[in-house]
């Protein structure tokens, strides 16, 4: 069965429930810009940490690196963006629509009964032209063309720019990576679906430099750890996909190219999250010559010097956080009960919140003994207190969070000092001692299991 649509039901959740909200949305937003709302910048805070701990922390041969987003403007000269960078584009003369040349199967006409574009009779559509998709702003107080800045459209140049001086200060050999996660921008002819394409955006890049002639060997590792990645942050196996980039995809640089793609399910379907190319030594040579600067590593052990090869793994972190949420949303019926549940069953090392606290009533010192627990687990994790109405009700509430426990104190727990752990995915209870209940969720989140499986395997 193929996975249903449900991007729209999660526009209005993300909404509701402070994920996402639409950029400067009382004057009517922003084209395809969006805000991270109290729970969503903690879900992609979590899904960034993630990444950086597996890619910089866990490694001894990657460094981190934060480069700035206003660069030299000859940086992308080098890069090849001021030439290249851009994106054939079609005008609609009638409708006065911008359609992307590629993208024109895809497209829909903004006039109603939509279809594509140029498939009505009177649609005076445009040759293609290329445009490019670098923001322009000037630097300094002279609005004149030597003062032209870009805003960068990816993290990469950074890393290729420093990546002499991050060599020399760490003293890493090749082979070696340079990690960032930063902002970027492109000017996009078609943003859409949500924050699947927008003109702001994150990106988590990583360069790994290595020996010409050793590359495609590192090139499968890197290709495999990353989707190992997707698959540890809760990402369904038989939701992700390689796709191999044919002659006509791959750039002239390029030695191999896949791209790893999610099924965002309904029509968009399979679609890409992360890029995972074997770049040559195209970028450091480019740099070398536009610079005038040697960038080459040198082997001492084997007195050479070479310019190294570049594996290059690329993901949006916008992209992947909105991976999560599809893959993570549910509407489910519950036994015994009239209303369903709306459920983010997201990982909980990525659950914006990770326990819900609640005294049963609001009667026996339950609130208190609630409201120590809560302050003494907030010392570990993200806690939510919550006392308001009938206890099922702010189970849902916690559900439709994503928030992977609920923790409630109950007329028995002061006399026995223990509460019960209820599990957001099989909505399982055990009864845990009070002075034990972080250690029991901490353990959950370490073992790296959906929460489901895990409650029915580990019972502590
Ligand atoms: P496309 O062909 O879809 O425009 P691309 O191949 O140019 O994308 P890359 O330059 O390889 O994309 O970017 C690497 C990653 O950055 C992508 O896999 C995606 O996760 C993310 N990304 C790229 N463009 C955007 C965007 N406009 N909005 C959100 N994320 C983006």
């Not at 995809?249 to 030695?255: G, I, K, T």
Request: contains cysteine; hydrophobic residues 40%.
């Amino acid at each position: 069965m193929p996975y249903p649509d449900v991007l729209e039901k999660l526009v209005s959740l993300a909404k509701r429930r402070g994920f996402i909200f639409q950029s400067s949305e009382i004057y009517g937003g922003t084209g395809s810009v969006w805000d991270y709302g109290p729970l969503g910048v903690e879900l992609k805070n979590n899904v960034k940490a993630r990444w950086w701990n597996a890619m910089v922390r866990q490694r001894d041969d990657v460094e981190g690196l934060d480069a700035a987003i206003l660069m030299n403007p000859k940086v992308w000269e080098a890069s090849g963006h001021v030439a290249g960078f851009t994106d054939p584009l079609i005008d609609c003369k009638t409708c006065k629509s911008r359609f992307r040349a590629d993208k024109l199967q895809d497209a829909q006409c903004p006039r109603k009964p939509s279809r594509h574009p140029g498939e009505y009779a009177e649609c005076q559509l445009t040759e293609a032209r290329q445009f490019n998709l670098m923001f322009k702003t000037f630097m300094g107080p002279v609005e004149d063309s030597a003062s032209v800045v870009y805003l960068r459209p990816e993290t990469a140049q950074g890393i290729f720019v420093n990546f002499l001086n991050v060599q020399q200060a760490t003293r890493q050999k090749v082979p070696f990576g340079i990690a960032q996660i930063g902002k970027a921008f492109r000017n996009e002819i078609t943003p859409g679906n949500f924050t699947f394409r927008t003109r702001e955006f994150e990106q988590m890049e990583m360069q790994f430099f290595v020996e010409p002639g050793t590359d495609m060997e590192w090139f499968a590792k890197w290709k495999a750890w990353r989707r190992e990645w997707h698959v540890g942050l809760g990402l369904a196996d038989d939701r992700l996909q390689y796709h191999q980039h044919g002659e006509k995809e791959l750039a002239h640089y390029a030695r191999a190219a896949f791209d790893i793609e999610f099924d965002f399910g309904g029509s968009l379907g399979f679609q890409e999250i992360e890029g995972v190319h074997n770049r040559s030594d195209f970028d450091l040579t480019q740099h070398q010559s536009h610079s005038g600067k040697r960038l080459e590593y040198v082997d001492q052990a084997n007195n050479r010097r070479y310019v190294p090869y570049v594996i290059e793994t690329s993901l949006g972190a916008d992209r992947v956080t909105l991976a999560a949420l599809v893959n993570a949303y549910r509407e489910e019926a519950v036994e015994g009960e009239e209303e369903g549940r709306t459920v983010l069953r997201l990982h909980p090392a990525l659950a914006p919140i990770t326990a819900g606290v609640f005294p049963l009533t609001k009667k026996d010192g339950q609130p208190e003994m609630a409201t120590r627990l809560a302050a003494d687990l907030r010392k570990r994790f993200p806690v939510f207190y919550d006392e308001a109405g009938a206890i099922g009700r702010r189970y849902r509430r916690q559900d439709e969070a994503g928030t992977p426990f609920g923790i409630t104190v109950d007329g028995d727990s002061a006399r026995h000092d223990d509460v019960t752990i209820r599990f957001r995915d099989d909505l399982q209870q055990i009864r845990v001692a009070t002075g034990r209940v972080a250690e029991v969720i901490a353990s959950y989140i370490a073992s790296d299991v959906p929460v489901a499986e895990a409650s029915r395997v580990v019972h502590p």
